[in-house]
Nanobody, 123 residues
């Protein structure tokens, strides 16, 4: 499975962005997908995850009620809608795919990673 993350950019605080994670391969829809982020000098932080079926999701407390993860398995794509962005949301955002089909936040159980997309939020 290969993943391609896109949709990052420079926005002002309060704005919205939608990130996309496109998977290649006809089996990519069988994986749970998670979004993680990494700011300079910090470790990779869990943001949100969605089960392979799309029926369950999981969010970090810091983004709950602002971010929404969804997937379109027909397009092999997972989305992260980010609303009310804050300067502390600025980071490189990565998507990962996991054999564990349920939504989860365990970085070590994600086997495949995209290249990352930069999100910058100005105050």
């Amino acid at each position: 499975v290969q993943l391609q993350a896109s949709g990052g950019g420079l926005v002002q605080a309060g704005a919205s962005l939608r990130l996309s994670c496109a998977g290649s391969g006809r089996t990519s829809s069988m994986y749970a997908v998670g979004w993680f982020r990494q700011a300079p000098g910090k470790g990779r932080e869990f943001v949100a995850a969605i089960a392979s079926s799309g029926t369950s999701t999981l969010y970090a407390d810091s983004v709950k009620d602002r971010f929404t993860i969804s997937r379109d398995n027909a397009k092999n794509t997972v989305y992260l809608q980010m609303n009310s962005l804050k300067p502390e949301d600025a980071a490189v955002y990565y998507c990962g795919a996991s054999y564990a089909v349920v939504a989860h936040a365990n970085t070590r159980l994600y086997q495949y990673w995209g290249q990352g997309t930069q999100v910058t939020v100005s105050s």
